[in-house]
């Protein structure tokens, strides 16, 4: 043993896994508890990257609404800030800086009338919860205000919103209102929110494009209905606009349609970052119409680290990098920019809808020339005689290519509905778009002549590649 070396310290391995394989080569992963003793750091590195060779590969996902291509500079700004707690607005009051920015234009991109408020989240999910919390607040104040009971808060929405809108009824105890769909309509217009609105419905949440079908539901008619039962029947009702995805890609493909503060009740809108803002994923924007929709009671002031500050969050410590990869793209990419790329987006799905078309198996859900995310949905056509279905084309492109392209079936009452989904986003260039459809065809064929595959199979690769 040679001097200061610790008596524990094991021998050097013999069995040359230091000079020509790994620690792990020829172990299992430590999976369980705390290994006793580390390994390299080189190790570490190759141990987790071979774990991650059994996941999908993003560029192939065509599943997600959620960034899986930044520049590499925008990498190399994301990298650089990794270390920066973005609530450490004492020591970085740039980044909060720049936080504040990124609300502003997208405040202005949605025509809020003048100042405004919002805050940067974790993820649209944190920015309903947060969104929806304040229509409750403000609900409960007018409701003492007049001097009436405020023991049953309701929320009015289609059965097209994500899950995170039942998530939160759950979570902070208010009734859902749930408007089924129709088997032949798959979003919400005013004359089906009408029946369940009423004094104790804290808003009505419609979704701009949604994960379903791409779709949006009838914003227009909506604000049309609140601003009517405001007039008749004295029921102040506010909307929050769910725009995860499409209140980044309506203001550049449809600048002349209106869901959002250009219509008066029309009071808040949650937007994912990392959908159509173009950033990877961890960022949320909440943006509110004024700064009165943001009820003072939700506000934490707090001395923090000797600086007073103002808090709207679920969450505490994150990441810097995901704002400063917005405000990068912002700056990057400008109006023009944007705009150009959702149009690429549009334009390849497009192409890739007429050529999913042209097989002759399918059909696109939706009315041809609604507004909609850039995606393809569609469905097999009737026919009885065909031996397969939706999930083994999934499940059939899955085990031929790799891709990822959901079948799933719609909510109620539209849930005889069986739907396939393919999101046309940036890495997806016209090429692949092209390859995809190609593959689609290929893998109709093969299934034309093998059959489908069994129902266990199916509820497997259904649960595999839900939204
Ligand atoms: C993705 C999505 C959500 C949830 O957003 P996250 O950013 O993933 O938290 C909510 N609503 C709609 C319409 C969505 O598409």
Redesign the pocket.
Known sequence: MSVGQHPTTPPAPTNGASSYGNEFLLTDAPDHRLPQRGMAADDAMRLVGEELVLDGIPFRNLAT??TTWMEPQAQRVIADNLHRNYIDHAEYPQTAEIEQRCIRMLADLFHAPGETTGTRT???????MLGALSLKWKWRARREAAGKATDRPNLVFGGD??V??EKFCRYFDVEPRIIPLQPHKFTIGPEDVEPHVDENTIGVAA?????FTGHADDIVGIDALLRRLRDERGLEVPMHV?????AFVWPFLYPDSEWDFRLETVHSI?V?G??YGLVY?GL?WLIFREPADLPEDLVFYENYLGKRDATFTLNFSTGSSMVLAQYYNFVRYGHEGYRYIMESMQRNARALAEEIVAIGEFELVGEPGAEQLPLVAFKLTENPDRGYDEFDIASQLAAERGWMLPAYTLPPNAEHVTIMRALVKRALGHSLATTLAHDISDACATLAVKGGLHELDRRRVKTATGY
């Open positions: 609404f959620v974790q993820g649209s999910s944190e920015a309903i919103v994500h995170v809108w979704v701009l494009g949604t994960t769910d725009g995860a995805s499409g949650n994912s990392h959908k994923p949320g």
